[in-house]
């Protein structure tokens, strides 16, 4: 058996001269909650980075991934801002803040909807 449990499928392949290549499959995330904590740590990255768009976009899937996870809606409304996606920034920071009023985020989120011109 090949190494690393590939198996031949996954070598180009030759038949009267032309060659082709077969797809192979990578294993799927487990579980929602793992795909989201993936997401999370990548945008965080990204957005230590400076690369606030790779940042929003990971946020946003890791939204779409748990939405009932306030540090996702907080990701992603810092994010937006970097982007001066104002108004996307602002109902994320809201969100957040009715998610969990009491998070660690909060002093941060309000300082956000401050500099975003909203109460």
Do not use: C, W
């Not at 945008?43 to 939204?63: E, H, I, P, Q, W």
């Amino acid at each position: 058996m090949p190494p690393d449990g590939e198996d031949d499928r996954s070598k180009k392949t030759s038949t009267g001269g032309s060659s082709r290549f077969v797809r192979k499959h990578l294993p799927k995330v487990e579980d929602k909650d793992t795909r989201e904590a993936q997401d999370l740590e990548i945008s965080r990255y990204y957005a230590s980075t400076g690369d606030f768009n790779a940042a929003y976009l990971r946020a946003k899937d890791a939204v779409a991934s748990v939405a009932d996870d306030p540090e996702a809606h907080f990701l992603l409304a810092g994010a937006a801002a970097k982007m001066k996606k104002n108004d996307e920034a602002v109902a994320e920071y809201k969100v957040y803040l009715t998610m969990d009023p009491d998070g660690d985020h909060v002093k941060a989120a309000l300082l956000g909807l401050k500099e975003l011109g909203s109460k």
